[in-house]
């Protein structure tokens, strides 16, 4: 048999992809969470060529021929081919485990929570969520007059009613009610695990083997193809028959960071003598009260969002990184978020990493190596505005920015030739058998906000000026 190469998921499916391998008697070794490699054995196919990706990156690894299969949920490849329908993916199993849909929700005492009347509003309707393109294809799909879609990271619950009228996001299953005020106004697509594979590999490769291996322990469930995809399940509901008011015109809207950014949050907070509810987050609420400066209300959203959050005006101030406000602004240079307070925190390196096995030590030196070679230098990221910076400014000839979300050492060696990664202190690097060759610039924890909004509510100004002025005396040396 040639060597199949084949791409296993992260997170919410790898437990039970795991049984499923494992039922299947491949003797597939360590994959598990908590892995400390990426890169899998298998004892019944020796020659596989197994690699552990998040799961949202698995659909395009596999379009663009790196792997030739990979098994992932249904919702992620609906994402992919609902932008690029034509890409070279093929469904070839679906499992009945993963299952799960996503939802439009909104406000439950919003007047979004009746999707007819968005139809016919005249302004502009803003959706958020992990899935853009479907978040798209559902806009249109109501024929909204005006929208806007706002991608994230992560944490679309939050936004709405403040910042989003709808969110499209997920749900193990539809009797699951939503949580902090939400409620669920449409299906647009229903996904469970499935096993993909390269159109192209299909057509060249005898993959009989592998098949059968997997086809003798197929969980039992789904057996069809689920076709609701952006169907509407619209629930009548009461509702106000004005919109909910955003405008808070003298409020000062605060994002603070999830993660593992939280703990260097909260010590700058204590340290400003700013007294926080329920923050680090606590049985899943987003939104912690300001205990002592009631004119800020807050809420928790992933750091990379931020600097777009706040560009557009959902939010006047946020805690994150400067490394995600650089690729924010290397993207829109003309933003009007700016940084206004290094608050020292959370310090990591933003480096250019290779494989220890790559014969250079600089940019220049890799630049210089490729040049005698005809294949574009391939970059992998979750800064990919930072990444073709960083191309551009090495003079890379030919190069290709590959768009990651989490675990981007997995890419080296295999399916990219350089990593544009942050690191506190090399370990994770070192372990994975890869070295730096370059360290672009260093990143602390900013508060960053839009002056342009600050500058036009007075009193809002006066807030800002007054948490600003308090944060810089708690990092002041």
């Not at 992809?17 to 054995?41: F, I, K, M």
């Not at 924890?445 to 002056?451: D, E, S, V």
Request: aromatic share 8%.
């Amino acid at each position: 048999m040639k060597p199949v190469k084949l791409a296993l998921p992260k997170g919410r499916l790898m437990t039970q992809t795991a049984l499923y391998l494992e039922q299947a008697g491949w003797g597939l070794h360590d994959y598990q969470e908590g892995a400390r490699s990426y890169r899998l054995t298998c004892d019944r196919f020796p020659d596989l060529q197994a690699k552990i990706f998040h799961e949202k990156d698995i659909p395009i690894q596999v379009a663009v021929g790196n792997y030739d299969f990979g098994i992932c949920g249904t919702d992620w490849v609906s994402e992919l081919t609902a932008k690029y329908p034509s890409s070279a993916l093929i469904t070839l199993r679906e499992y009945g485990y993963g299952q799960g849909a996503l939802y439009t929700v909104a406000a439950r005492d919003s007047e979004a929570s009746i999707l007819k009347t968005l139809v016919s509003r005249p302004d502009t309707v803003r959706l958020v969520s992990e899935y853009p393109n479907l978040a798209e294809a559902f806009a249109l799909k109501l024929r909204l007059r005006k929208f806007s879609v706002f991608p994230l990271w992560g944490a679309a619950e939050v936004y709405p009613p403040e910042s989003a009228d709808l969110a499209l996001m997920p749900a193990k299953e539809a009797a699951v009610p939503f949580n902090h005020g939400l409620a669920a106004v449409a299906t647009v697509l229903r996904f469970h695990a499935c096993l993909i594979v390269n159109r192209d590999c299909w057509q060249n490769k005898d993959l009989s083997e592998v098949l059968s291996a997997l086809d003798e322990a197929i969980p039992e469930g789904v057996e069809n193809r689920i076709s609701e995809n952006l169907s509407q399940n619209i629930q009548a509901r009461e509702s106000r028959n004005t919109r909910t008011d955003t405008s808070d015109r003298g409020v000062l809207r605060l994002a603070l960071p999830d993660g593992h950014q939280q703990g260097p949050a909260v010590k700058i907070l204590d340290a400003a003598g700013i007294r926080l509810s329920g923050y680090p987050l606590e049985n899943g609420n987003r939104r912690p009260v300001v205990e002592n400066m009631p004119d800020i209300v807050t809420k928790v959203i992933r750091p990379q969002d931020m600097p777009l959050q706040v560009a557009a005006g959902n939010f006047d101030l946020a805690i994150t990184g400067i490394d995600w406000l650089r690729d924010h602004l290397y993207q829109f240079p003309s933003s009007p978020a700016n940084a206004i307070v290094n608050l020292q925190s959370a310090p990591v390196r933003i480096v250019a990493v290779v494989s220890n096995e790559l014969p250079v030590s600089s940019g220049y030196e890799l630049r210089d190596l490729w040049s005698r070679r005809s294949e574009p230098i391939r970059i992998a990221s979750e800064y990919a505005n930072i990444a073709d910076r960083y191309a551009r400014e090495n003079h890379f000839i030919r190069y290709r920015i590959i768009p990651t979300w989490g675990a981007s050492e997995a890419f080296l060696p295999e399916d990219a030739d350089l990593l544009i990664e942050n690191t506190e202190t090399g370990g994770t690097i070192a372990r994975h058998h890869l070295k730096i060759i370059d360290t672009l610039f260093r990143s602390t924890g900013h508060l960053i906000g839009n002056t342009a909004v600050l500058e036009s509510d007075k009193k809002k100004k006066e807030i800002a000026d007054s948490f600003i002025e308090i944060l810089k005396k708690a990092v002041e040396p």
